[in-house]
């Protein structure tokens, strides 16, 4: 189980948006058990912590912390991603591109990335993760969404998120500042 302590000095923490090339598939969900080996075994070779997550039907969530100095989201990004789709059929919508090049065609191109700088940014968008299976019509409350660590959170005791748009609760754990991650 992931610890939701301050990162140590020097530590960053990140805003991730994954997303499959068919916005309309449910593989994350459907195979979430290769998404959770993928995670793990990324997570073994190239240290990060995973602060908070939701997954999506066809979209990943969530917020890292990296160990002091450690910028480098990209790998371990790319690593998740190839280590899910390795056992994974190619996508019947493959362009001739990533047919020519092997490319499997399961995910977009890149990824969002949003350092996060304040307690602030961690709070909004620790909601924004919580809040988004309600947001795309898939539960009522957070709480109800079975892929997402906000029942670890609760477990904790942290507070339910705050609505989108609304203030942050106050008792989030303190953050350090981020660094700079250049994309």
Not at 50 to 70: E, R, Y
Not at 120 to 132: E, T
Not at 159 to 178: I, Q, W
């Amino acid at each position: 189980m992931q610890d939701l302590s301050p990162p140590t000095s020097g530590a960053s923490r990140h805003f991730f948006t994954l997303r499959l090339a068919d916005p309309e598939g449910d593989l994350l969900v459907r195979r979430i058990g290769k998404l959770r080996t993928a995670m793990r075994r990324t997570l073994r070779h190239h240290r990060f912590r995973i602060d908070a997550i939701a997954v999506l039907p066809a979209t990943i969530h969530m917020i890292w912390s990296l160990p002091p100095g450690d910028r480098d989201t990209a790998n371990r990004i790319g690593m998740v991603k190839a280590r899910f789709s390795r056992h994974l059929p190619p996508a019947a919508h493959r362009s001739p591109s990533q047919i020519k090049k092997g490319g499997k065609g399961i995910w977009q191109r890149g990824y969002w990335c949003q350092p996060l700088r304040n307690p602030g940014d961690l709070a909004r968008h620790r909601a924004l993760i919580y809040q988004s299976p309600v947001q795309a019509g898939l539960c009522k409350t957070p709480q109800d969404w079975q892929y997402s660590s906000i029942h670890r959170d609760l477990a904790r005791g942290y507070p339910l998120p705050a609505p989108l748009g609304a203030p942050a609760p106050p008792s989030m754990p303190p953050h350090h500042e981020s660094a700079h991650v250049s994309l």
